[in-house]
C-alpha cells in the first residue's frame, strides 16, 4: 500500500492506548480517553444547535466539575448563547455524596422564562441534581434539559431527570475532567478511576492518634 503525504482523505482511526507514563500519580486505570471525551462533545453541541436554534439558551454549569464540560460544549455550539454558574456541594472531601446539599453560589442572573440546560458533571446518586432542578424549577423557567458528562449505574440511585448523557459509568470513584478528589485531579485531559489507596491513606492520615 503506498502512502501519500497529501491525502486529503481523513479515516476514522482508532483511539490509541493512553502510555502508563502519561497516567497521574494516583490513577488506577484510564475509564474514556480524551479523544472520545472530545467525540461526545462535539455530537452533544451539534444536538443542542438543534433543538435551540431558534432561542437563546442559557447553559449553567454545575461547579466546579462542570466547568470543563460546558467550556468544550460551548465552544462547539455555533448558535448565540449564554452561561451561568451555580456552585453546589454535596461531597465535601469524600467520594460518596452525603445527601446533604449546600448552595455555595448561585446564579448572577434571573431565568424566569428562559430555556436552561443544566450542564452536569456526574450524576451520582442523584440527590444533588434533584434539589437542583426543584430549585431551579421554582423560579419559572420555560424549560430545563439537562446534559450530563457521566452517569453511573447505581441501582439506590433517585430517578431524576437527565436528558442526555455522554458516558454511563460503573460505580467508581472517577476523576478527571473537571472532577477532582479533594480539589485535585481536576486537570486531566481524560476520566479515570481513582486508586483506593489514595483516598483510603487520606483517611488513615485523617483519624486521630
Keep these: 500500500m503506498t502512502h501519500h503525504e497529501d491525502n486529503d482523505t481523513d479515516t476514522e482511526q482508532p483511539a490509541p492506548a493512553i502510555p502508563d507514563e502519561t497516567r497521574a500519580d494516583g490513577v488506577a486505570r484510564v ?3 480524551e479523544r472520545d471525551i472530545q467525540h461526545e462533545v462535539q455530537a452533544i453541541a451539534r444536538e443542542l444547535d438543534g433543538e435551540y436554534r ?3 439558551p442559557l447553559l449553567i454549569g454545575v461547579l466546579k466539575g462542570a466547568a470543563s464540560f460546558l467550556v468544550d460544549v460551548m465552544k462547539h455550539m455555533t448558535i448565540p448563547v449564554e452561561i451561568d454558574f451555580m456552585a453546589i456541594s454535596s461531597y465535601g472531601a469524600s467520594t460518596t455524596s452525603s445527601g446533604v446539599v449546600r448552595i455555595l453560589k448561585d446564579l448572577d442572573q434571573e431565568i424566569v422564562g ?3 440546560i443544566i450542564i452536569e458533571d456526574i450524576v451520582d446518586s ?5 434539589y437542583l432542578l426543584d430549585l431551579l424549577r421554582r423560579r419559572e423557567p420555560k424549560d430545563i434539559r439537562v446534559v450530563a458528562l457521566l452517569k453511573k449505574n447505581k441501582p439506590n440511585a433517585v ?3 437527565v436528558d442526555r448523557v455522554a458516558f454511563e459509568i460503573p460505580d467508581e470513584f472517577v476523576v478527571g475532567y473537571g472532577l477532582d478528589y479533594a480539589e485535585i485531579y481536576r486537570n486531566l485531559p481524560y ?5 483506593p489507596e489514595v483516598y483510603s491513606e487520606a ?3 485523617a483519624e486521630p492518634e
Design 159 to 161: 430517578d431524576v431527570q
Design 203 to 205: 483517611s488513615v492520615k
Design 54 to 56: 431558534d432561542d437563546r
Design 31 to 33: 475509564l474514556i480517553p
Design 126 to 130: 442523584g440527590l444533588t441534581l434533584q
Design 191 to 195: 476520566v479515570a478511576v481513582l486508586d
Design 114 to 116: 428562559r430555556r436552561i
